[in-house]
Nanobody, 115 residues
């Protein structure tokens, strides 16, 4: 079973940028899709970006233009670039991967943007 480990979170002032990383324990070529969710305190988990097997990307309107998902297949790593951070971006960011064995999740990385 693939294991995912996120990193790159932190405390950043509004307007700043962060790049989150998600390292997989084995090749991500087998993943049908990968992506990121986030969860703000007291809120449901929210989808923020996805990347398909063919490299196509998808974002909800709420983050389009500020979030960019990418992957480095050689490094088995997926990234989430977040620009122009806003207080409402605060939350725990989780990466996921879906393959033939089902869906897999990382433990999350905290992003805090003070208001």
């Amino acid at each position: 079973q693939v294991q995912l480990v996120e990193s790159g979170g932190g405390l950043v002032q509004a307007g700043g940028s962060l790049r989150l990383s998600c390292v997989a324990s084995r090749s991500i070529l087998s993943a049908y899709s990968m992506g990121w969710y986030r969860q703000a305190p007291g809120a449901a988990r929210e989808y923020v970006a996805g990347i398909g097997e063919d490299g196509s990307t998808n974002y909800p309107d709420s983050v389009k233009g500020r979030f960019t998902i990418s992957r480095d297949i050689a490094k088995d790593t997926m990234y989430l670039q977040i620009n122009n951070l806003k207080p409402e971006d605060t939350g725990v960011y989780y990466c996921f991967a879906i393959d033939g064995a089902g869906d897999h999740w990382g433990q999350g990385t905290q992003v805090t943007v003070p208001s």
